[in-house]
Antibody
Framework: EVQLLESGGGLVQPGGSLRLSCAASGFTFSSYAMSWVRQAPGKGLEWVST??????????YYAASVKGRFSISRDTSTNNLYLQMNSLRVEDTAIYYCAPPDLPAPIPWGQGTLVTVSS | QSVLTQPPSASGTPGQRVTFSCSGSNSNIGSDTVNWYQQLPGTAPKLLIY???QRPSGVPARFSGSKSGTSASLAISGLQSEDEADYYCAAWDASLNGRIFGTGTKVTVL
């Protein structure tokens, strides 16, 4: 079955850290760029980060709002995508989605994992 | 910060055709393809249109996309009640070196 399953969200204090995971299955994970997209409560979608396919060197890209604080990575041996989030701020509170590549045979987005940054 | 502008809302009665836009610039829509996503209430986004005008498998033919210059449009023909959702456009921005989403359009079926 083709699916993405996020985990690792939770409540964290400002300045804290959290590591999100996304388990991918049913497609050739290493062949595609993968991204994280977030959605603050009641707000629109915001792109967070992208990592290119392994064959493209696994290049990483970040939104200005998270650059220097977040780090995206992937483990092709276990088909997992990660987002290490440091120095978290209240404004990082959101549902974080592991976003699949946009393909003709689409891969469904995961259900997301909620990150709440609050004291 | 999003630089793709969409109208906040659009509406129509069942069976009508609804169209709304996504306005960008030369650094994003003008130089890259546009994707559209549908987000039903309380659910994750779903790919609706890729590469400006291509429908993924399983997406009904009543959804269509187009692009001209620095703007793109999404059209829903034969509007149905289950089309009530938020719709977002997206493109890569060469200046920001990152992906950007539109501000989102909420479609209401009257």
């Amino acid at each position: 079955e083709v699916q993405l399953l996020e985990s690792g969200g939770g409540l964290v204090q400002p300045g804290g850290s959290l590591r999100l995971s996304c388990a991918a299955s049913g497609f050739t994970f290493s062949s595609y760029a993968m991204s994280w997209v977030r959605q603050a409560p009641g707000k629109g979608l915001e792109w967070v980060s992208t990592i290119s396919a392994s064959v493209s060197g696994g290049k990483t890209y970040y939104a200005a709002s998270v650059k220097g604080r977040f780090s995206i990575s992937r483990d092709t041996s276990t088909n997992n995508l990660y987002l290490q989030m440091n120095s978290l701020r209240v404004e990082d509170t959101a549902i974080y989605y592991c976003a699949p590549p946009d393909l003709p045979a689409p891969i469904p987005w995961g259900q997301g994992t909620l990150v709440t940054v609050s004291s | 910060q999003s630089v793709l502008t969409q109208p906040p809302s659009a509406s129509g009665t069942p069976g009508q055709r609804v169209t709304f836009s996504c306005s960008g610039s030369n650094s994003n829509i003008g130089s890259d393809t546009v994707n559209w996503y549908q987000q039903l209430p309380g659910t994750a986004p779903k790919l609706l249109i890729y590469s400006n005008d291509q429908r993924p498998s399983g997406v009904p033919a009543r959804f269509s996309g187009s692009k001209s210059g620095t703007s793109a449009s999404l059209a829903i023909s034969g509007l149905q009640s289950e089309d009530e959702a938020d719709y977002y456009c997206a493109a890569w921005d060469a200046s920001l070196n990152g992906r950007i989403f539109g501000t989102g359009t909420k479609v209401t079926v009257l």
